[in-house]
Nanobody
């Protein structure tokens, strides 16, 4: 069974930094794209950043220049480095990946979410 587990969230002051990690485990054949989404209270879940298997990236306009998405294919892991954090970045952050398990076809997988709170 494939699982995604996020870590690295927490409370940080405005202007601070956090690094989120997403670890994929289980019987994995291949991982295609990996993404980070976030959902703030009362708002819809939105795409924050995406990285393809080849390393191409794209970002939401609101985080460009502040956030950096990366991945380590050997470790089946993804990361989101968040700098210059603002109160409006406060949300639950979710890792998403398109994964092909050893015994199946490509499927969407989501992590359980990690809370990021930016406040003084």
């Amino acid at each position: 069974q494939v699982q995604l587990v996020e870590s690295g969230g927490g409370l940080v002051q405005p202007g601070g930094s956090l690094r989120l990690s997403c670890a994929a485990s289980g019987s994995i054949f291949s991982i295609n794209s990996m993404s980070w989404y976030r959902q703030a209270p009362g708002k819809q879940r939105e795409l924050v950043a995406k990285i393809t298997s080849g390393g191409s990236t794209n970002y939401a306009e609101s985080v460009k220049g502040r956030f950096t998405i990366s991945r380590d294919n050997a470790k089946n892991a993804g990361y989101l480095q968040m700098n210059s954090l603002k109160p409006e970045d406060t949300a639950v952050y979710y890792c998403y990946a398109l994964i092909r398990p050893l015994s199946g076809t490509w499927l969407d997988y989501w992590g359980q979410g990690t809370q990021v709170t930016v406040s003084s």
